[in-house]
């Protein structure tokens, strides 16, 4: 009674344990149904803590991770999961805890961690129902991370080794994603155009545009497009389209077809998002074209108060109030987008707006404190360096804060975006400029031209250094102490002798006023020099604001009523300097008449003032309008250097340096090029400091580079680059410069200067040029995409036909077979009447014809369009015979042999294909008639070779089998050039294989590798050739080529076979380690026969190595995971019977030969299991 009264109170603590467990998760539970999870998790957890020992632990942890998993506490659901997996690894619901780890990881985006998760997760479970999705999984987020290689290597897996499944689209979708990131564009290419059918083919079809635009190719891009628009008018494909094509035009800078584009994308009906873009893009691309965007804006404000994109329309609305100069209402549209999106990047980007208004308005401070606060808010680097920029300009133009300006614009120069560099280069001058100092401003816009030639403010640039040389004060003046003068003296001495200082001082306007009293004093001693240079004042003024701004002269009439008064005046001592400027005035104009009147002009100026000082000066003129008139007549040219010649012998040096530098114009001109040369020399070495010295130089430059002396020519050009002061002389220097490299074959060189020219508007010329120099150096696409583009811009220039044929020859050498079809038919199309155009449609042909398209082939050059040529009418007919159609081939062969007698060569290839449709039709007899004829009568040619080839099939089939192996061997030995020898290797190999000849087969491989093998054959015949070696017993060749193939086509499924097929060589060798190593980290990738070989193979090494334990367990896995043929079976019972034999565990052993005895009656492995009982009772009986 004792004993039950001690008991009694046990079973009911016991019992109620039991009840609290299960209420307590069952409470746990229904939080975790009604959505609790954050309340749920905490009861599990709690759980976990107070039952350690309960049947429900396992589920509790599962339920943990799952309540923070919905919970939407991701770091915490992926411990979680991974303490289940790890605690219960054999639970049922391993497989969805790894998914879900997996899955929370990818939302977290931690993506490499989720590939590593989902690839675990795949290559635990593969035969699993989502085993396919989990591997699309770890494809995806290794793209994600970056992991191209990872990426690539999932999705193939799932192409390779599940073919039926319905993700094999989706797959292949995303490869084509991963190829294209990779710039792989062929490949992806191929890739989306293969799907097809499912719900990926819209999106297939977007890529396939995309593509087309990156490979320039816009005529298939607009195709694929409008088929998009066509088959799949609603989805997010066809009206992402649009944008993408209008991108890329802004993108181009095409913005005329941007706008025309993004309005059919208005009219096209598109989802609210993408009508959206559309309406963004099209205010973007008038703003650019100088159009009215601000009612563009106003209206999406509008019409979508709630758009994800407001922020865009809203800054795209502030800068279009600011292009109307509407600057109150740019401001408060700047200031609202920053108070309803304070922390988008575009309200960053508007304080430097917000500056930039305040700069217009003259309020530096306002716009320096704005300015400030953009770089306070640390944006990207090359967003400050803008800001800092625009902070430069107004420190310089509106606060004359010098110091401060040049310390930003130093250092602004050596930004890496050219466009910064260059303007903080550009303002670097001006401020210099603003300071006086002159010389370094002229150094700094030098420096401008020879870096940013290109800019839009190059001529600027060039305009301000000749202002600064040329017309700028030399001097600073007291302007107050001049003007003072002026009022107070009566004196018109006093007064002139002021205007001709100013005049001096190249203060021309304020010269104007003192130097009219002085030329209009009738009784002032000085007169006529005072008129004088008061005209020379007014052109003065002419020439500085034609420097400044490029403006039209304004006071040339006067100026030359001045002159004309003192040339009628005679007695003037400034009548001969008036008469020659006045001639300059009369016949200002560059072409020959006026050249013409200027030459009688001068001629009648030496009659007129026979002893004037000015003689020199109207030879030097009237050689220069010989010059002129030197394009219609090489007898002028000869008249410029004589007049040349006389003025060079002037004792002014000034004059001098001019005429020097005319007779080596004259001479170059007149293709005197050795005595041009040295003239040209000369003068750069006599006056090195010459403003003629640029022209000069270039000069040289020509004569040099026409001379053929390139490298010289090449020095000459490249020195005109360093600090030039022409924008047009250094443009046209860098061209030629360009052409020295590319006729020295320096393509890289010649490639990086026609590229520095590009972004100064495409020249054919340069294109032409870049084109290919990028063909020389191997850089097809590039040079695919800038021939293009000058398809595009120049479709009517000289020469125009023959790049787009190098064009499509680039793009038939690259594989890109069908846009090379597309452009030999539009060369063909387009130039109709250019000699190219029989090639073109012949290439056609021939591309058709290499594709196994005959028809195709056929309707090339068949049709109206192509002409008739010996190319087309042989294409023609091997297309015929190649489609079997050998009647009609055989009128059309008579018509060619009366068209082209020669064309021997052709008729012999025309009797070989007559032959091969022979073999077609089952007629050896015949088809070996006609090709002995082929190889006795043309002898020697292409055609005879093919046709030996194609004998030894025709004697295979007529049944003379040594007569066919002599002509095999034959054919291999001494035809190795012909295409079809790596195919005769083949066909020998094989022969040599079936004969147990492992030595000549393995040479046959190797020559057939080295010979001109198709892409997708070399795999094949790479295995074949390991295996000879492996059947020869050359373990390590075998291996050694085994590797190659891995190395070469790592994603090809015999890849995967020979990464088995090392380990079982090891085996073979005896190196049972090195077999265990290489097969093991394989077979989870491996299924039926293919697993059961190579567990075999890893048992077997075990087994050899006297590792008998470890045997036993490998041959259990194969026998609880059978996989493949029941015979593995079989194997494994008698390997665990041979272990337990050497292990001395004779009963053990006794019963895995029962098993075999039992389960495979009637076959060998019942022989092999009695003999073995056979043997062990022999031992018995020993003992």
């Known amino acids: 009674m004792a004993v039950l009264l001690t008991i009694a109170p046990v079973s009911t603590v016991i019992g109620q344990s039991l009840q609290d467990e299960r209420e307590a998760f069952d409470y746990a539970r229904v939080l975790f149904s009604d959505g609790l999870y954050d309340t749920a998790a905490e009861e599990y957890r709690r759980f976990i803590l107070n039952y350690p020992t309960s049947e429900r632990l ?47 990881l990818e939302q977290q985006n931690e993506h490499e961690r989720a590939a590593s998760a989902f690839t675990e997760l795949y290559e635990r479970f593969r035969t699993g129902e989502y085993a396919v999705q989990d591997l699309l999984s770890a494809g995806t987020n290794s793209r994600q991370a970056k992991d191209y290689l990872g990426a690539e290597q999932s999705f193939r897996t799932i192409l390779t080794n599940h073919p039926s499944s319905p993700l094999i689209r989706e797959a292949t979708y995303n490869l084509g994603l991963v190829l294209t990131d990779q710039s792989r564009d062929s490949e992806a290419l191929a890739l989306f155009e293969s799907v097809k059918e499912s719900e990926r083919e819209p999106d297939a079809l977007l890529e396939i545009g995309r593509i087309s635009l990156a490979q320039d190719h816009l005529p298939k891009t607009e195709q694929t497009f409008s088929s998009l628009r066509k088959q799949f008018p609603g989805t997010r494909s066809a009206q992402e389209s649009y944008l993408v094509l209008g991108q890329w035009y802004e993108r181009q ?117 704005a300015y400030q606060r953009h770089l306070d808010q640390d944006p990207p680097t090359d967003e400050a360096s803008v800001t800092r920029l625009s902070m430069g300009r107004v420190y310089r133009t509106q606060l004359a804060w010098t110091d401060k300006a040049l310390d930003i614009l130093r250092d602004l120069t050596n930004s890496p975006d050219p466009e910064i560099a260059g303007s903080a280069q550009f303002q670097l001058g001006q401020t210099y400029e603003l300071l006086g100092q002159t010389h ?57 002798r002021l205007g001709r200082l100013l005049f001096d001082r190249r203060h021309y306007d304020e010269a104007l006023p003192h130097l009219e009293i002085a030329a209009g004093d009738s009784a002032f001693a000085d007169r006529d020099e005072a008129a004088y240079l008061q005209a020379e004042a007014l052109l003065a003024l002419d020439r500085q604001s034609n420097a400044l701004a490029g403006s039209s002269p304004a006071n040339q009439s006067r100026a030359l009523s001045i002159y004309q008064s003192l040339v009628d005046k005679g007695s003037s001592n400034r009548s001969d300097d008036a008469a020659l400027r006045a001639i300059e005035l009369k016949h200002a104009g560059t072409d020959t008449a006026s050249a013409g009147s200027r030459v009688s002009a001068y001629d009648q100026f030496v009659k007129t003032y026979p002893t004037s000082d000015r003689l020199v000066d109207s030879q030097l003129h009237k050689g220069d309008a010989l010059l002129v008139l030197g394009r219609t007549s090489s007898q002028h040219i000869d008249r410029a250097l004589k007049s040349y010649r006389a003025a060079a012998k002037s004792s002014n040096t000034a004059l001098v340096e001019k005429a020097q530098y005319g007779v080596g114009r004259c001479l170059a001109i007149k293709k005197q090029y050795a005595q041009a040369e040295n003239a040209l020399r000369d003068f750069l070495f006599q006056y090195p400091d010459s403003k003629l010295g640029e022209e000069a130089r270039f000069q040289l430059g020509l004569i040099l580079l026409e001379r053929g002396y390139l490298q010289s020519a090449a020095i000459e050009f490249a020195d005109l680059l360093r600090s030039p002061t022409s924008v047009d002389l250094e443009k046209s220097s860098r061209a030629l410069l360009a052409e020295c490299y590319f006729r020295l074959k320096d393509y890289a060189s010649a490639a990086r200067t026609d590229e520095s020219l590009l972004n100064r508007g495409a020249d054919p010329a340069v294109l032409r040029r870049l084109g290919e120099s990028y063909a020389q150096l191997g850089e097809d696409e590039k040079a695919i995409s800038v021939l293009g583009l000058f398809a595009r811009r120049f479709p009517s220039a000289a020469g125009a036909d023959t790049l787009s044929f190098r064009r499509a020859e680039l793009l038939a050498q690259l594989g890109r077979t069908g846009q090379a079809i597309d452009v030999f038919d539009r060369v063909a199309a387009n130039y109709p009447k250019s000699p190219l155009k029989p090639q073109a449609l012949s290439s056609v042909g021939r591309l058709h014809f290499e594709q196994g398209n005959y028809t195709a082939a056929l309707t090339a050059v068949s049709g109206p369009a192509s002409q008739k040529s010996e190319g087309i009418d042989e294409l023609r007919i091997l297309a015929l015979l190649r489609l079997d159609r050998a009647k009609q081939a055989r009128k059309e062969i008579n018509s060619f042999r009366k068209a082209y007698p020669a064309a021997i060569d052709a008729v012999a290839r025309f009797e070989v294909e007559e032959a091969r449709v022979q073999l077609r039709y089952r007629n050896p007899k015949g088809a070996r008639k006609k090709l002995e004829g082929v190889v006795k009568n043309h002898s020697g040619t292409a055609a005879a070779v093919d046709a030996e080839f194609f004998l030894i099939e025709a004697l295979e089939r007529v049944g003379k089998p040594d007569e066919h192996f002599a002509a095999l061997n034959a054919f291999v030995k001494n035809r190795k050039e012909n295409v079809n020898w790596a195919r005769a290797n083949l066909d020998l190999a094989e022969i040599k294989v079936k004969d147990d000849d492992y030595v000549g087969a393995s040479k046959a491989y190797l020559n057939a590798l080295s010979g001109n093998l198709e892409e997708t054959e070399r795999p094949v015949v790479m295995k074949m050739l390991y295996e000879a070696h492996r059947n020869l017993r050359l373990y390590d060749s075998a291996i050694t080529y085994a590797r190659n193939l891995i190395e070469a086509y790592p994603h090809h499924p015999l890849a995967q076979g020979a990464r088995i097929n090392i380990g079982e060589i090891y085996s073979e060798k005896g190196d049972h380690r090195k077999a265990i190593e290489e097969i093991r980290p394989h077979l989870t990738k491996l299924q039926n026969d293919e697993w059961s070989s190579a567990q075999f193979v890893i048992a077997k090494s075990h087994h050899d190595l006297g590792e008998y334990e470890n045997a036993l367990r490998e041959y259990l896995k194969m026998i609880y995971n059978p996989q493949g043929s029941v015979n593995w079976l079989a194997n494994a019972f008698m390997g665990r019977a041979q272990c337990f034999r050497a292990l001395g565990r004779a009963r053990e052993a006794y019963a895995e030969l029962d098993k075999i005895s039992a389960r495979f009656s009637g076959t060998a492995f019942v022989l092999q299991a009695e003999q073995m009982r056979a043997e062990m009772d022999k031992e018995l009986r020993r003992q």
């Open 440 to 496: 370094l401003a002229v150094r700094e816009y030098r420096n401008y031209l020879e870096r940013h030639a290109g800019d839009p403010d190059a001529h600027k640039a060039e305009r301000r250094i000749r202002y600064l040389l040329d017309f700028a004060p030399s001097a600073p003046l007291d302007h107050d102490l001049i003007e003072l003068i002026g009022i107070t003296s009566g004196d018109v001495a006093t007064r002139y």
């Open 58 to 104: 396992a589920q509790a942890r599962l339920k943990l991770a799952d309540a923070y998993f919905h919970g939407g506490k991701l770091s915490e659901a992926v411990t979680a999961y991974q303490i289940f997996v790890d605690r219960h690894p054999d639970n049922i619901e391993v497989a969805a805890a790894l998914r879900n780890r997996a899955t929370a």
């Open 253 to 369: 800078a095409e913005w005329k077809k941007a706008i025309q584009t993004y309005d059919r994308a208005k009219g096209a009906r598109l989802d609210t998002r993408y009508q959206q873009l559309a309406i963004l893009g099209l205010a973007r691309a008038y703003r650019k074209t100088g159009k009215d965007a601000l009612q563009l804006y106003t209206q999406f404000l509008k019409v979508y108060p709630k758009s994800d994109f407001l922020p865009d329309a809203r800054i795209g609305l502030g800068r279009s109030f600011v292009d109307q100069e509407k600057y109150r209402q740019a401001i408060d549209a700047f200031k609202r987008l920053q108070e309803e999106f304070p922390k988008h990047p575009f309200s960053v980007t508007a304080h430097r707006d917000i500056g930039d208004v305040y700069a217009a308005l003259g309020s530096p401070r306002l716009a320096l404190a």
